[in-house]
């Protein structure tokens, strides 16, 4: 992986963002009966810094930082563009929906408004979760055109963001975290499922060894979190989502492995392809 030092923006900001997204989504569930709760602000608000985050890292990986919003005029063409333009907007109403419940009594903002918001955020941020998948689709390169880069993505979003979740629900609410668990246990299947499917495409491909440490490091914080199933206190959490955050790691690091040592050689044939009848033809008009 000689090149794999150059993309660590990119799994930051893959993990990060799916996180933050799956948060939003498990935490949405306390407002189907539309019953406001107060944890809605400063989830918003954590959710939101954690998009915002992942993006300032993966501008590292950016030459030309200042043209990021350009990616706007794109959009009908570019997955990139997609992935930027949706990221964006979902951490936007995050923080539209913290502002609105921080201004509710001010301006009389009725409490579905905020809800929907919340949700609509959730929902913008689950399609640019499938963005980012779209842009890493290689069809040349045989690891990434099954469903690895999705079952991947969508496994940090519900793993990571019940994670980040329980995180935010245990520090604003002091909640069991045991309580919290229970409540949202059918979660669990999710990411296992999606691991397998991960598991399965690695042994396809001959890479048996990485898919067993993978799913070994990926199991981890569901025994963590079973195990604290009581009151514990903040710094065990941590060591949880720390956890969590380094299994997610790996397989970014695998992935992008893959992307490095393949990818521009993949490209840079493809390119030759296309371009082999146009040099063919003007070489016939030179010796004509």
């Given amino acids: 992986m000689p090149r794999l030092r150059d993309e660590w923006p990119l799994t930051v ?16 569930e306390k407002y189907s009966r539309f019953v406001l709760d107060p944890i809605i602000f400063p989830a ?30 794109n959009l009908f063409k570019s ?6 333009f ?19 009594d001010k301006y009389k903002i009725e409490d579905q408004y905020i809800i929907y918001a919340f949700w609509l955020a959730t929902g913008v941020g689950i399609i640019g979760v ?49 309580d919290i668990i229970w409540r949202y246990i059918h979660l669990f299947s999710i990411p296992v499922v999606l691991d ?3 598991l399965n495409e690695l042994k396809r491909l001959g890479h048996l060894f990485t898919g067993v440490v993978y799913a070994v490091l990926r199991l981890v914080p569901y025994a963590i979190f079973l195990q604290l199933s009581g009151r514990v206190d903040i ?24 992307y490095s040592t393949t990818f521009a050689g993949e490209v840079g044939s493809a390119r030759l392809a296309r371009l082999a009848p146009s040099v063919s033809s003007s070489r016939k008009g030179a010796k004509s």
Avoid at 149 to 163: D, I, N
């Fill in 79 to 84: 997955w990139l563009s997609r992935e930027i």
């Fill in 130 to 178: 499938f963005s980012i998948q779209r842009v890493y689709i290689v069809r040349s390169v045989s690891l990434w055109t099954g469903t690895r880069a999705l079952s991947m993505l969508f496994s940090s979003m519900f793993l990571l963001g019940f994670t980040e979740a329980v995180l935010i629900l245990h520090v604003f609410t002091g909640e069991f975290v045991g």
């Fill in 86 to 104: 949706l990221m964006s907007v979902s951490c936007g109403l995050y923080l539209l929906s913290a502002a609105m419940f921080f201004f509710k």
């Fill in 196 to 198: 397998v499917i991960q």
């Fill in 235 to 258: 710094v065990r959490l941590f060591v949880a989502m720390g956890f969590a955050f380094a299994g997610d790691l790996f397989v970014r690091f695998s992935f992008f492995g893959e």
């Fill in 44 to 73: 918003s608000l954590v959710i939101c810094g954690t998009i915002a985050a992942a993006f300032l890292i993966s501008s590292a990986h950016i030459g030309r930082k200042m043209r990021m919003p350009r990616a706007i005029f």
């Fill in 13 to 28: 900001f893959t993990s990060l963002a799916p996180a933050a997204v799956g948060a939003g989504a498990v935490l949405s």
